[in-house]
């Protein structure tokens, strides 16, 4: 007698094979409106992300343009005090009496080194130029009479002083620095009618006249070049 085999019948109803398309179909539109609001959310929060860090660039940048403005006038608001005071000890010369014209012959000048007077045509450079060598002084008074401070030193002067000025007439526009054997100050600044002896570059004068008269209101010709003009030989 032969022996009945036990099978697992298969299911072959079409209707539950189409249900089980349907449900993966399902499955996949309900993955891609998933992953397409993660897309969107993603994009949403890089995008303000990237607003918000404008934002904030242009807030940080707002503040720091202030911030430059507030400090630019608060140096204003201090040179303005510093040139309503007088410079203890300097000496003052009558500007109406210190000639300006252009002359090419040479000029025989009351003090050394001159404040003022005839001088030549051309200037001194004296945008921040430190010769180690004299100038001639017709080409430097020019250089007063456009507003620069002039730094000179004679041999007494201590080299380590001399570094200091320098390294601040370097970075100091219309002014210029030379030695001047004859002078009998140590260290001597001179304007347009103005003249200040000092021992030390860390006076606390030296910066006053420098803030004062660096094109200040004794200038004859304020805001003519400082450059262009005669440099050392």
Known sequence: MAGNSSRTPQNTDPNSRQARIAEMRRAEKARERRNKAIAI?????????????????????????????????QLRKEAEEIRKKPVEGEQLWDVKKLGRNHVETPVKYETVPPVGGDHHPRWMNCNGDVYKTPVPEVNAVH????????????????????????????KTPYTLMSPVKEQTGAIMLSAWGKQLTVDSADDPR???????????????EPGAACTNGLTAK
């Open 41 to 73: 959310t993603l994009s949403t929060l890089i995008v303000g992300g990237l607003v918000g860090f404008g934002a904030w660039v242009l807030i940080d940048q707002k503040q720091e343009e202030k911030r430059r403005e507030a400090a630019a006038a």
């Open 143 to 170: 250089s007063l009479e456009h507003g620069a401070v002039w730094v000179t030193y004679n041999d007494k002067a201590p080299q380590a002083e001399l570094d200091k000025l320098a390294t601040t007439v370097g």
């Open 206 to 220: 030296v910066k006053q006249f420098f803030t004062k008269y660096v094109q200040g209101e004794q200038t004859p």
